[in-house]
């Protein structure tokens, strides 16, 4: 019903940058919030940043003044700018969104996932 497709993923030095994109498409009326998560090796999958339809934001504080979220809601897209990367970064990164279908129905869902390494 809700496909999320992540790109943007890779490897990088410490200090580097990389922007994570996410497009959600599918059988989708409206997107409440949508958000970042990463989960380094371990069953724990941690909030990174979450926007709002109305742009209202939300970080880790592991991430504040170096990770800016963004949303593009007529390409139901979020953006992650990651800035002054740090080996504890390292992580799979997921794509969440939350709304309505079509059907009145409510979604959660999650892309696939998309890697993250930072190492000299």
């Known amino acids: 019903q809700v496909q999320l497709v992540e790109s943007g993923g890779g490897s990088v030095q410490p200090g580097g940058s990389l922007r994570l994109s996410c497009a959600a498409s599918?059988?989708?009326?409206?997107?409440?919030?949508m958000g970042w998560y990463r989960q380094a090796p371990g069953p724990e999958r941690d909030l990174v940043a979450t926007?709002?339809?109305?742009?209202?934001?939300n970080y880790a504080d592991s991430v504040k003044g170096r990770f800016t979220i963004s949303r593009d809601n007529a390409k139901s897209a979020i953006y992650l700018q990651m800035n002054s990367l740090k080996p504890e970064d390292t992580a799979v990164y997921y794509c969440?969104?939350?709304?309505?279908?079509?059907?009145?129905?409510?979604?959660?869902?999650w892309g696939q996932g998309t890697q993250v390494t930072v190492s000299s």
């Open positions: 969440n969104a939350d709304g309505f279908l079509l059907t009145g129905y409510d979604f959660d869902n």
């Open positions: 599918g059988n989708i009326f409206s997107i409440n919030s």
């Open positions: 926007i709002s339809s109305n742009g209202s934001t």
